[in-house]
């Protein structure tokens, strides 16, 4: 009886406070992630030292948390409108801290660098889900840091849905397939090596085993059937250039931030280019395949040259490097027997959305010299705000990354926005050469790979106040400096 009051007076309560406050005060689903070393059996023999989160649901939908089976940390699934709170607890030996990338949340639940906490010490995150339905990563993000933390095994993946989605009758259930895609350089005792050499340092670090979901030579059992194949590249620095092994096209459905509308998808691409922490969703229809047919995704070889150049020099003078990929399995697809059920291509709903005409235009030079990265000549600090770019409160404004006119390092850089999801509208300078064909810049995206010599315009309109970052995804460029504050302020 008493609680029963109590709970009534709490409804009554809460219907008065702002909807911010109320997020605090009353969650949906309350989870706790734990990072802390562990040790995991990736490969045959010795089990490989990894640092990696764990989990557990505290309060509400208890497949809101699903376990992975090796070193990843467990799968998010959370329902657009839900109100979450998350604990972070801090078991590593040093400062940690977890970011969720591409969730517009509010500035103190975005998990920036100068927000880490340090080793046995708690943070709690408050945050609704306003996303759309879509794939996001969350991994840590301590200046200087994020780099070794993520290749030694943190980060793992959020899947946000929506019951406007499921109306348009995806494939869901085991025909809902997420991809993601590391590599690592392994040694003979299985452990995973990390390199601080400079040309490992310079194109961010490498390695030549693939490992999707946290497995070697992965392999996926497949039903003649349509599929939904969610592709995310969490890899420190590799660009993948995905493709059936089969040269059948892939039908691209969805990016960073969701389905891309009805005008603008499915898109029929032959491969598809896959910079660090960028996501794409493909819908599949394996029912034209013979069970037991030798099918796999793979990433085609392709070259990039980075060099020395800019302002006029070209590349060519100084060090040369290969930014290119050689060809990779990433993962079979094992055609099982059974009847062929054929789907159709699904029709999306919903029309690109008309961009607000943006008045004010910021430009960033992105510049990578001597093992330094820079954004407009500036190297990151955690309490450097000088200069930091200055937004205005759900005012549009077009943001371009300008990556031709510095001197240093030719190289491709994956650019990343928090607290925001943008439209690409501009391409300039066909740095992407032979990968052009695979590179989609349509539907909402946070993270867009800016190639050698381009200038890339994306339109944007933030609806959180405060402090955020914007950096270069490559996690060692990121760690060198290229990441700077932008801030948001009322109008
Ligand atoms: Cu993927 Cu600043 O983050
Ligand atoms: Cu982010
Ligand atoms: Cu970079």
Redesign the pocket.
């Known amino acids: 009886m008493r609680a029963a009051i109590l709970f009534v007076v709490i409804l009554v309560s809460l219907a008065g406070l702002p909807s911010r406050v109320r997020a605090a005060a009353e969650p949906d689903v309350e989870l706790e992630l734990t990072a802390a070393p562990d040790e995991v059996a990736v490969f045959k023999g010795k089990k490989t030292p990894v640092w990696r989160y764990t989990g557990k649901v505290v309060k509400g939908r208890k497949e809101s948390l699903i376990p992975g089976d090796s070193y990843l940390g467990p799968t998010m699934h959370l329902i657009r409108g839900e109100r979450v709170r998350i604990h972070f607890v801090n078991n590593l030996p040093e400062a940690s801290i977890i970011?969720w990338?591409g969730l517009i949340v509010p500035h103190a639940a975005d998990g920036l660098p100068s927000m880490a906490i340090k080793p046995k010490e708690r943070k709690t995150y408050d945050f609704t889900v306003v996303n759309p339905a879509g794939t996001y990563?969350y991994?840590p993000?301590p200046h200087m840091r994020t780099a070794t933390q993520v290749y030694r095994g943190l980060a793992g993946v959020i899947i946000i849905h929506d019951p406007a989605e499921d109306k348009i009758g995806l494939p869901n259930g085991k025909q809902d397939l997420c991809v993601v895609i590391q590599d690592r350089r392994v040694d003979a005792d299985n452990k995973f090596v990390y390199s601080e050499a400079m040309m490992d340092m310079v194109s961010g670090m490498r390695g030549d085993t693939i490992l999707v979901n946290g497995r070697p030579d992965a392999s996926f059992p497949i039903e003649r059937r349509p599929h939904r194949v969610r592709l995310f590249n969490a890899s420190n620095s590799r660009i993948y250039k995905l493709a059936w092994s089969d040269g059948s096209p892939m039908h691209v459905i969805g990016t960073d931030g969701g389905l891309l509308a009805g005008d603008e998808g499915p898109q029929k691409r032959p491969f598809v280019v896959l910079g660090p922490?960028e996501r794409v969703e493909l819908w599949e229809d394996f029912s034209t395949r013979k069970p037991g047919a030798d099918l796999s995704l793979i990433s085609e070889k392709f070259a990039m040259n980075a060099g020395m150049g800019g302002r006029g020099r070209g590349p060519g003078m100084g060090m040369m490097m290969n930014m290119g990929g050689e060809k990779l399995r990433i993962a079979r697809m094992e055609i099982q027997e059974g009847e062929a059920k054929p789907g159709v291509l699904p029709k999306l709903p919903g029309t690109k959305p008309k961009l607000a005409e943006a008045k004010r235009e910021v430009t960033t030079t992105l510049a990578f010299r001597m093992m330094r990265g820079f954004l407009n000549g500036r190297e990151y600090k955690d309490d450097d705000l000088l200069d930091a770019e200055k937004l205005k409160l759900n005012e549009p404004v077009i943001w371009a990354f300008d990556n031709g006119s510095e001197m240093g390092m030719q190289l491709p850089h994956p650019m990343?926005i928090?607290g925001v999801q943008f439209r690409v509208i501009e391409r300039k300078g066909n740095g992407a050469g032979e990968l052009a064909k695979g590179v989609i810049d349509d539907g909402w995206k946070d993270t867009v790979l800016v190639f050698p010599g381009e200038t890339v315009k994306v339109h944007l309109r933030p609806t959180e106040r405060g402090l955020f970052?914007y950096?270069c995804?490559i996690l060692e460029h990121e760690d060198m400096g290229m990441m700077r504050h932008f801030s948001v302020a009322d109008k």
């Open positions: 970011h990338h990563p991994h993000h922490f990343h928090h970052i950096h995804h």
